[in-house]
């Protein structure tokens, strides 16, 4: 109840609960993260994050109670930055001296709070780019004095001022290079048929045909993930609320979410298999055994798009992957979402249906090298009776409402192998093949997975340009724009929020749908194509934008991995000494990435630009689905090549500017 009246305040009164407005731009660098101390948390924050070299500066020192988080105010604070080299050395010498003058000298200075109750903040200028160390001295709290200073060293990296790195213009011109190529192979094999690629039928493999046959097949992967589900709500709800430090964000958003979509990539669907929600919704569709389908109009992918995209604008806004609160609000409500579903439509309607990442996982699943296939489909036609569909006293059947026999896509597939088992001929296989294949050789298209396939593209993008230290200044910049009549009418905060969901939605849902359409209708103009309506080019060639979205969702999400997801282990050290009578050791907040920002800025690069090289080997197969015998297919589909290029240069630029993370280290 509280959670429901708190995003009914939002759509309210959108200025309580602006996302971005509790510390205005400040975001912690990356490496840093909060420290506990004599009963005080300290966090760095700064603005921009990360600092760059030669930009006016805020570093701010929020201070809060260890137990209840409630800000410090009135405190004596002292904040010093120095390149690590000067910091070391000053250190080495004060101490040779018999004093730190880190601690004690002109390499401090005094600081107020301003703005926020408990930020003290530094406004400085950072001269040079590279390592820094940031020391933060308390001398006074509450009125409390300490005989010595509580002394805090963070190390975080400044940035350099120049706009263009490297990685950004070796990725950028490889990029280009790629695109001609593509284009170039695509013209020259107008007509060149698309050779059969050979397969290995991974049920041969005995111990596996076993295991899939198996009746625990699923609820050995189910329950353990139930089981963790429901910790993960109960220490979301009864645990500490700073998502920096609770197990239930740091394990869901900084390690759950960004590892899921490489399973996607690799087994398709199989974490439906597993999915505590998914298990949920088929064990009270077998428990209330209901008759109903679900209505015909809304079998499709509508409207699970429309809640992932409204999932997607509540977390931009209320920062459920920064509260364990609403974190844990939002797993009771898909489990409640998933067990009436069960109760009044047959199988599993709500994973097909409604949940709000079907969609997105059944496109990426498309990339997937596994496939399950019937073997000779005229053998199914004629040695059985949709067995594999509705089960037999082997198997429950497809719990997902598909025909095996006719499946020719991944996107609906979850590999719960039910078919296998009530398959009478035994005439499944799960069958190898090249990565993104069925991007180009799926039969069957649909208006609402073009959409879709476009529109994340788009989602992704404005997704990872609100993590951007930038991003609030372009935010406020644009809401100028506003007339001052309305602008008056509300407090600053609210028209922002205002500013923002409009850049959201029509930057995700309307820019990118709208630039392919127009790339469709230049391509049936420039053909002279009568055939083919601009409508059914948009559907038959969005495939190719999968990897372009599926390339920025993992280096988006690659980004958080591996700068954020060490801090997952302090988090679990918390909690096994909290609620077991094991001492699991002192957790270590300042745990280092794993992997250097260098590392990981190359391998955003590198998987930008691949998903372009995979977008342009869809473009090469489909130039030629669509235009035949017709050599001019290709040069008519240079559009849509060019857009594909555009995403990724846009994505590319995104990238190379300095991120946020998700939450303190």
Known sequence: MKNFLFILLFLLVPGHAFAHGEHGNAAPPTGTSPVTVDGYQI??????????????????AKVLRSGTME?????????GIAPMEAAAAMDAHSEHAGHAAMNHGSSLTPVPEVTWAGSYTLEQTPVQPGSHMVRVALAELNGRAFASPIVIDFHIDVGSANAISPALLIAALSALVVAFVGVGRAAARARAPIEAEGSLDL??????????????????????????????????????????????????????????????????????????FGALNEWAAKLGKPGRMFP???????????????????DEQLGIIRSPYMTASLIVLLSSAAIVTGLFYQRRTFCRYLCPITGLQGLYSMISPVELRSKNRSACQTECHQECYRGNDRGDGCPMFEFPMMMEQNTFCNFCFECVKSCPPGNLALKTRAFGRELWSAGV??????????????????????????????????ARYLPIDIRVLMRPVTYLAMTESAVFFLLSLAFAPLLVLFAAWLAVKSSG?????????????????????????????????????????????RVLNRYTPFDFGTPNWQSSP????????????????????????????????????????????????????????????????????????
């Not at 966090?43 to 701010?60: M, R």
Request: aromatic residues 10%; contains cysteine; charged residues 10%.
């Open 296 to 314: 015909k109009p809304l079998r499709n992918l509508w409207v699970a798009t429309f809640l992932f995209v409204l999932l997607t604008w509540f």
């Open 529 to 573: 194509e009568t055939a083919r309506s601009v409508k059914e080019t948009f559907v038959m060639l969005a495939g190719m934008f999968i990897p372009v979205g599926l390339a920025m969702h993992l280096a988006h999400n690659a980004s958080h991995l591996l700068a954020e997801g060490a801090g997952v282990i302090p988090a679990l050290q």
């Open 203 to 276: 049920l041969r493999l005995q111990w596996l045909d076993r295991f899939v046959r198996w009746r625990g097949f699923q609820p050995v992967f189910q329950l353990p993930v139930l089981a963790l589900t429901i910790l993960l709500a109960y220490l979301g709800f009864a645990d500490i609320q700073d998502g920096a430090k609770n197990l239930a964000t740091r394990l869901t958003w900084i390690v759950w979410w960004p590892s899921i979509i490489f399973t996607f990539i690799l087994v398709g669907r199989f974490w439906c298999v597993m999915c505590p």
């Open 594 to 665: 794993l992997a250097s920002a260098e590392a990981i800025h190359w391998l955003q690069m590198l998987l930008i630009v691949a998903g372009l090289g995979l977008s342009l080997a869809a473009y090469e197969h489909l130039s030629i689905a669509w235009q035949g015998k017709r050599p001019q297919g290709a040069r008519a589909l240079i559009p849509f090549a060019a857009v594909a290029l555009i995403f990724t240069i846009i994505n590319l630029l995104l990238l190379n500017q300095p991120m946020a993370m998700r939450h303190g280290m």
């Open 71 to 79: 800000p410090v105010s009135g405190g004596t604070v002292s904040i």
């Open 43 to 60: 966090e760095l924050l700064t603005v921009p994050s990360p600092l760059v070299a030669g930009k006016a500066s805020q570093i701010v």
């Open 445 to 478: 298209r649909k208006l609402d997975e073009a959409y879709l396939a476009v529109a994340l593209v788009g989602i992704t993008s404005i997704v990872s340009a609100q993590m951007l230290g930038p991003w609030n200044d372009w935010i406020s910049r644009l």
